[in-house]
């Protein structure tokens, strides 16, 4: 196992989808390796770091709005209930 | 009052005439999607212009929805696709379904990461600080659309690599390659702020995979490296 095979599986290493035998072989490069060992992390931390941050709340204005013209929308097309 | 049924049924109720029904849907995937739109277009105004037009979309369409696909791909294609309507039109492009962008090999060679360091921080403290936000805004603004959009899509909305591969319509091979270059994309470019300096490691010898770089040796020639006592 090489540092290109570990590049070549890093996402299925990384989401955990991956057969347990190579599974095996990239622990065993990761506890040799320790560039490699920093990289999985970085990556790790880099999806945690913007699934904490890519969060952004709905202006309430917005919303009312949005509701109101698909309820606008829905009588044009179907007529009133 | 919907707050029970499965987004099946209340599909069907919406088709068959109940507009609480997808009311209900709206408020259940709204602020997921808003939070989209804002990932792909990066400003209010336009992202709420991409959700409602979305979800007009959606109401006008549902009878051609054939349920093939879940509620969510089906909403999130139509919204990402109306995302990035705007953001071609903004930019001036023609517009163009994102996959034929993929002409370009995807096989290519992957870039090697270059900066490799632990962080100083854990990435959960980090994202609650402005500066931060504003320094992985950056990064991922850097990141070409198509990357972009997939990153989005898998890492930050969770999707598999199934629904992500039919909300953007590619493969699911193209999906990897993609998701494998925004990863590596931004983890050179975040490394590269809040990697701990001082350890920095050298890259791997790309030829050999067992090589250990952080003998003293190698570390004095990153260090004369970089502050340019060799070539």
Known sequence: ?81 | MYGDYTEEELVQQARDGDFDAFDELVNRHERRLYSLAMGILRQSEDAEDAVQTAFIKALDALDSFRGDASFKTWITRIATNTALKILRKRRGLPTVSLDEATTENEDGIIKHPEYIADWRADPALLAQQDDVKRAIEDALAQLDDKYRLVFLLRDVHEFSTRDTARTLELSEANVKVRLLRARLFLREKLTRIFGDRVNRLHPPDHQHGDHDFTTAASLLRLYQAEQGALP
Request: with cysteine.
């Open chain 1, 1 to 81: 196992m090489t540092c290109d095979d570990l590049l070549k599986m890093l996402n299925d290493y990384v989401d955990g989808d991956i057969d347990p035998g190579v599974c095996e072989g990239l622990q065993e490069h990761l506890d040799d390796c320790n560039p490699c060992r920093v990289v999985v992390d970085n990556i790790r931390q880099t999806i945690t770091l913007y699934k904490g941050s890519e969060s952004y709340e709905i202006p309430v204005k917005f919303r009312r709005r949005l509701h109101d013209s698909l309820r606008e929308r829905w009588k044009q097309k179907h007529g009133e209930k």
